[in-house]
């Protein structure tokens, strides 16, 4: 079944999202309280989009809880998570 998007995002609101989530001072967050710490208001079937972009590209993980940002630019920690060493 293909998807009909009546209107994408743009950058501007991808970037909008993203930085919220990155520099939340919680680690669990809703998407209910993720729309009042916006910026500006989005549309709700905007912001699912969004979120499961960023799911998808491994930057958030969505539980049953809520939303947390995962993505880690370090590339220490990034190197070691990948050859399985112990910190």
Do not use: C, F
């Not at 995002?9 to 001072?25: C, G, H, Q, R």
């Amino acid at each position: 079944m293909l998807k009909l998007i009546k209107h994408y995002p743009t950058l501007n609101t991808v970037i909008m999202v993203e930085n919220t989530l990155k520099n939340m001072d919680e680690s669990v967050i809703t998407i209910a309280d993720l729309k009042r710490k916006l910026p500006k208001q989005i549309n709700h079937n905007t912001l699912k989009l969004i979120l499961e972009y960023l799911e998808e590209s491994n930057k958030i993980a969505v539980t049953m809880k809520g939303i947390t940002w995962i993505h880690n630019t370090n590339q220490r920690i990034r190197k070691a998570v990948k050859e399985g060493l112990e910190l």
